[in-house]
């Protein structure tokens, strides 16, 4: 394991984490057993759920910080973001993979997912076709893009045991092989990222496009695949200073503040951009009459604009305030808090079927489940910075 991180793997923390996460694996357990209606409040009415809202919509949002920080630091070179990409990258890379994973549970028949590999089965007027077809393979590509971080880690340090000894020298010609290779490459893989990334971000939102009767008009607009996109664009920032933050506290090392805060400079005038589509949006379509029902859509969206977009806004556009830890921390978990609460009112508070006899409230394993896979997630990120040379070393930047 990484011998310059001065703190334990286990730690009070992990092990409650690590409680959560069986729980939530008992669960999935019967899930997998007895039939997704044995453990979820799922039916023909609500087809989805929080696993939709927050293991997919959300995760695949808050990973925008690979493709953001990709596209700073290695197609713009600004060389002072080279610092942050490799841990952003890793986050995408268990974030995407775990969403993956959420999509299995909330699939009713999971062991056919893989007809979606079959070119007899693409359906390419489907907006959720495309969806699974670019998440599947940005998360390949961002296991191509990892592949440069585990051969640093593990080039010159193969030692199989005495009966596999034989495969050392073929291990070590391969991980040689593998670092002589990748950098040649790489730029094609950033950039097919970067593409991938923006047309399944924006692409989510085509989902609720085809939904004009099921979909409450504060959200349902024709530009929602633009307002997931300039969403993703300031969540995947926010995002690193948010997880940077975490992780820096957890482990014990350096907070960047001076690389952070040049991040956060930029949020404010994405938060604008998206902010003011939304309300250009909303007085086309002269949805703000719709603000004074103070429905729980009406609240929701209301907290979702002011609290997610216009106060991260404000704070981040102060200089003194975007200077100190923690503002800049706080700032950036308005933002990712508001992008969740934006994704669970598109798909769950503001899903309104037509003919449903009852609103949609998530059982408690649904509810565990996801905790679980949350918890998980963090365990097994925390098990990677352990293994793999992710974090920043003291006194200098790794480079991706």
Request: hydrophobic share 55%; charged share 10%.
């Amino acid at each position: 394991m990484n011998r310059t991180l001065a703190v334990p793997f286990f730690t009070p923390g992990v092990r409650v984490l690590a409680a959560i996460a069986a729980a939530g694996l008992a669960a999935l357990v019967v899930r997998f057993t007895l039939g997704i209606g044995a453990v979820s409040n799922l039916d023909d009415q609500y087809p989805w759920g929080i696993w939709i809202a927050i293991d997919v919509a959300t995760g695949v949002a808050l990973a925008a910080g690979g493709f953001t920080t990709a596209f700073l630091a290695h197609v713009l070179h600004w060389e002072k973001f080279h610092s942050v990409v490799r841990p952003a990258l890793m986050t995408a890379m268990l974030g995407y993979t775990f969403v993956a994973l959420g999509v299995v549970v909330d699939l009713g028949r999971y062991y056919v997912m893989w007809h979606i590999a079959l070119p007899s089965m693409w359906q390419g007027n489907s907006a959720l076709f495309e969806v699974g077809m670019c998440v599947m393979i940005y998360l390949t590509v961002l296991y191509i893009e990892f592949l440069p971080i585990a051969v640093e880690r593990f080039k010159g340090r193969v030692s199989f045991p005495r009966r596999l000894a034989g495969l050392n020298r073929p291990a070590e010609a391969l991980l040689r092989g593998l670092d002589a290779t990748l950098g040649r490459v790489m730029t094609f893989f950033i950039i097919a990222g970067v593409v991938l990334s923006c047309a399944h971000q924006s692409s989510l939102g085509t989902l609720m496009v085809i939904a004009p009767t099921k979909l409450h008009p504060l959200w349902h607009t024709t530009v929602l695949p633009l307002q997931f996109l300039l969403s993703a664009f300031a969540v995947g920032l926010a995002m690193v200073i948010f997880e940077g933050y975490l992780a820096a506290r957890s482990l014990r090392h350096p907070f960047d503040l001076k690389v952070m805060s040049a991040l956060g400079r930029m949020i404010p005038f994405l938060l604008t951009i998206y902010l003011a589509a939304k309300l250009i949006d909303m007085v086309n379509r002269s949805t703000y009459r719709y603000l004074d029902d103070l429905t729980l859509q009406s609240v929701t969206w209301l907290v979702e604009v002011v609290a997610g977009v216009v106060a991260p806004a404000v704070i981040l556009m102060s200089h003194r305030l975007r200077r100190r830890a923690g503002w800049l921390f706080g700032a950036s978990a308005l933002v990712v808090g508001g992008v969740v609460l934006n994704r669970l009112n598109v798909f769950v508070i503001g899903y309104q079927p037509p003919f449903a006899d009852r609103p949609y409230v998530p059982a408690w394993p649904e509810v565990l489940i996801t905790l679980g896979m949350v918890s998980l997630l963090v365990i097994v990120y925390r098990l990677f910075v352990f293994v793999f040379p992710v974090v920043p070393e003291q006194g200098g930047a790794r480079h991706a």
